[in-house]
């Protein structure tokens, strides 16, 4: 993928390039086969240098663009006021025309600087003389009324000049214009009554006069109707894609409106890097193309410094990842989807897409870090390392946002325990928090040490939302959680984790990793695929959300709001989600696909239908803020359901991400962490935390404020967290909450406990009219499951669920027992009968 020109940038990389000449000219002296070899090597490249002519692009200096930006908008102010000018002039000259038309029609009929300058003769147009003549040329003489487009056409090119601001693409506006010009005129003079020919040559102009006449003539007035309505639907169907739904009504609208395919808005592949990221790739993310990376080899002395010998004569090479810029995006992100018969979208067409300019800039996308800083600390490593005699061959420094990678070679024969050991000591020499050895780094022969930053950078979500990265991925939940020590937009995806879980001290940066990653989702997903139950026992942290709630989350039926804070709501939701997962688990069963990607896939294509019982499957994402305030308040209760999920709701689409402050053995389980091979690691306290969370140290030795390991398995790696603020989330929730939504938000299957009491006490006057046809299904199959009752009764889940109750409290099916169906108490249909009799449902 091409990146932006930056002049400032093209010129530090030819003072660096003339540096590294200069000091790799004794080198040259040294050895004089070196330049044999280079004097010969021109002979053998000379037909690579006939592929060179496309790379010469002379490089504009900044000077030269900001003279051609300044040229720009001297033309765009030209063309603005000369279209204000044209604007004024026709406008007068609708009113003024009778009396300017003896100035004007003297002017041309005696062409010359006399008949210019008559003072008898009166002009009142707002414009002057020179308004009058240019109007009577282009209203009287041309095109009439439609003259009006040319002002129009100069606007809009003058106001892209000068204020980079546009209505419509200056090049669309243009087709559209002159499409108007010339079909305007001739539409008024068919319309306009023949009598009145001195004001209808007013709004038509000569052309439009004459066209109309020889038309008319060749055509007949029925004729050239026809063609004039022919050229109009042709443009709205070619331009604006006018599908003409109005014209079918009833039946066959019904009809229409079901086999028609959606047109979603697919992003165009771009094009892959060839460069790699050094961050050891994972199976989570094996998909995504590496971004462009930059590399610097600053191998001689800085122009700011002294040039004296480093320590052991080792040369510290820089490298530095810079991210692709990101443009300011005037519409919504374009979202995946599937070219099917059917779209889940279409139950909120007019649903809009956030755009990037509700979120804020926090810092510039190039990092601040002084060439001084890094000698220095380059200089106190190899100074550290020899006090224990310990020699390193080359050392390389790879800058992030909060920290910089040193990755060293130690020479033949230095054991890496040594180097491993020695992690306080050059701690204590650079004098700075959050030293981190990575003996070796994986994929590489080299030792890391990772130094944080004199002055970190923030990372603003919005640089990462608007990267071509997350544009163009392919993941089913994409999401950013920030930049990795490289500098490199780092996404996931939540479908292939399967869960997360998050976990830190107080104040680090937890609930910003939460907000970043809902926040991701939005961004990426339209509100019919996917859903949010948002669980938040400090009632404080998941609020703003609330304002989604008819859009994108989820609750229980009779619960009032959607974010759940009491606990005993809790326990209900996280069985109600179990009782979505059986249900979804029989209908894959039904469909016989293994995941919920293959059975939207088959809803999509119309191979599994709504009669047979079938629906579309949003994803479902739990989110749990403070997991260990549930787990002392509800204990067993809340975590048997939640393991459940953990272990089995993956392939039916339901997800979770929980985030806990208190990362101990007892909060944090082994057969919970044995769910969540995805796990987040912010600044701990103590060692035993860190293991506690990602089964290894390092999250101890973490700074702080967004500063993160992630563990996916086997790898760790260091990410500096996408920030976002209070604020932008406000902005994003007021942007979607004002939108049309859902009548309700998305209903959850009901769940009744003991204490609630649910419909344990049976009363036949309160009984479903399909009670008796359900109780006889049940008992015919042998098998009490709602998913029966939905396909075979053509029932919606929540009342098919019902009605399951229902028969449980009359004695005719068992209790619920998880995944396995409800036992049947009645064998035959005879039994039943009587059965019925008895309680007088006949």
């Not at 995806?493 to 879980?501: E, I």
């Not at 953990?646 to 392939?651: I, K, V």
Request: aromatic share 10%; proline share 5%.
């Amino acid at each position: 993928m091409a990146k932006q020109y930056n002049p400032l940038k093209a010129n530090t990389f030819r003072e660096e390039a003339d540096s590294n000449q200069e000091l790799s000219q004794p080198d040259q002296e040294e050895n004089p086969k070196s330049k044999k070899i280079r004097k010969e090597k021109p002979k053998k490249e000379k037909p690579a240098k006939k592929e060179k002519p496309p790379k010469k692009k002379k490089e504009l200096t900044k000077e030269q663009i900001e003279k051609r930006e300044r040229r720009l908008r001297v033309w765009g102010l030209a063309f603005v006021l000369l279209g204000i000018y044209l604007l004024l002039s026709f406008t007068s000259y609708l009113q003024t025309w009778k009396t300017d038309y003896s100035y004007t029609d003297t002017v041309f009929k005696h062409f010359s600087i006399e008949a210019f300058r008559a003072g008898d003769v009166k002009c009142e147009n707002w414009m002057g003389r020179i308004g009058a003549l240019v109007s009577y040329m282009f209203i009287s003489n041309w095109f009439g009324v439609a003259s009006f487009l040319f002002a129009f056409i100069l606007l809009i090119w003058g106001t892209r000049w000068l204020i980079r601001f546009t209505i419509l693409q200056p090049w669309k506006a243009m087709e559209y214009c002159f499409f108007g010009i010339i079909w305007l005129p001739v539409f008024l003079g068919l319309v306009l009554p023949p009598d009145r020919v001195a004001t209808g040559v007013i709004f038509t102009g000569v052309y439009g006069f004459q066209m109309n006449l020889w038309l008319t003539d060749f055509l007949g007035t029925s004729g050239l109707g026809i063609i004039l309505a022919f050229t109009f639907l042709s443009l709205m169907i070619l331009s604006f894609n006018f599908p003409f739904r109005w014209m079918k009504t009833g039946k066959h609208k019904d009809e229409y409106l079901e086999n028609m395919t959606a047109d979603v808005a697919v992003p165009e592949p771009g094009a892959v890097q060839d460069e790699q990221a050094d961050v050891p790739n994972t199976n989570l993310f094996k998909d995504e193309p590496a971004e462009e990376i930059q590399q610097i080899d600053l191998g001689g002395p800085s122009e700011d410094l002294p040039a004296e010998p480093s320590p052991a004569g080792i040369e510290l090479q820089i490298e530095r990842h810079e991210d692709e810029a990101h443009g300011e995006i005037k519409g919504p992100i374009p979202r995946q989807g599937l070219d099917t018969l059917y779209d889940p979208t279409l139950d909120l067409p007019s649903y809009k897409f956030p755009t990037l300019d509700l979120l804020s800039d926090y810092g510039g996308e190039s990092i601040a870090v002084r060439k001084e800083e890094l000698e220095a600390n380059k200089d106190k490593i190899v100074q550290t390392l020899s006090h224990y005699d310990i020699k390193i061959s080359k050392i390389k420094a790879t800058i992030g946002p909060a920290v910089t990678l040193y990755e060293i070679v130690p020479e033949a024969g230095i054991r890496i325990s040594r180097i491993k050991n020695l992690e306080d000591d050059i701690a204590l020499s650079l004098s700075a928090l959050g030293i981190r050895i990575i003996a070796p780094i994986p994929g590489k022969g080299t030792i890391g040490i990772e130094v944080p930053n004199q002055n970190p950078e923030i990372v603003s979500i919005k640089s990462l939302l608007g990267s071509e990265k997350f544009k163009n991925t392919s993941f089913e939940l994409p999401f950013v959680l920030g930049k990795t020590v490289s500098n490199e937009t780092f996404i996931a995806d939540l479908a292939k984790m399967p869960h997360l879980l998050m976990a830190g001290a107080t104040g680090q940066g937890k609930s910003v990793g939460l907000n970043t990653i809902i926040t991701s989702l939005l961004y990426k997903k339209h509100p019919s695929q996917i859903k949010f139950v948002m669980i938040d026992p400090k009632k404080v942290e998941l609020t703003l959300f609330s304002r989604i709630e008819r859009h994108f989350l989820a609750k229980l039926p009779d619960s009032e709001e959607a974010i759940i804070t009491d606990t005993k709501k809790v326990i209900r939701t996280l069985n109600s989600l179990n009782i979505e997962m059986d249900s979804r688990y029989d209908l894959l069963r039904d469909a016989q696909v293994r995941n919920i990607r293959e059975y939207n896939e088959k809803f999509f294509n119309r191979k599994l239908t709504p009669t047979e019982g079938h629906r579309f499957l949003p994803y479902i994402v739990l989110v749990i803020d403070e997991f260990a305030d549930l787990i002392m308040t509800a204990g067993r209760e809340i975590e048997t359901p939640l393991t459940r999920l953990a272990q089995l709701a993956r392939a039916t689409g339901i997800h979770l991400i929980i985030a806990t402050q208190r990362p101990s053995v007892n909060i944090i389980t082994g057969t919970i962490k044995a769910n969540f091979p995805a796990r987040i690691a912010f600044r701990v306290i103590s060692k035993i935390d860190s293991r506690t969370i990602l089964d290894s140290s390092g999250a101890d030795q973490l700074i702080g404020r967004g500063d993160m390991l992630l563990s996916t398995g086997s790898d760790l790696i260091r990410l500096q967290c996408a920030f976002v603020d209070t604020p932008e989330i406000e902005r994003l929730t007021d942007f979607i909450g004002s939108q049309r939504g859902y009548p309700q938000a998305f209903s959850l299957p009901e769940y009744y406990d003991e204490e609630t009491g649910s419909g344990k006490d049976f009363d036949p006057n309160e009984r479903d009219e399909f009670f008796t046809e359900a109780a006889r299904l049940v008992v015919q199959h042998q098998h009490g499951s709602t998913s029966l009752l939905q396909r075979k009764l053509k029932l919606g889940y929540n009342r098919a669920g019902r009605i399951i109750d229902q028969l449980e409290a009359a004695g005719i099916v068992g209790p619920f027992e998880g995944s396995k169906a409800r036992e049947v108490r009645f064998k035959d249909s005879s039994a039943l009968e009587s059965y019925l009799r008895e309680m007088g449902s006949q």
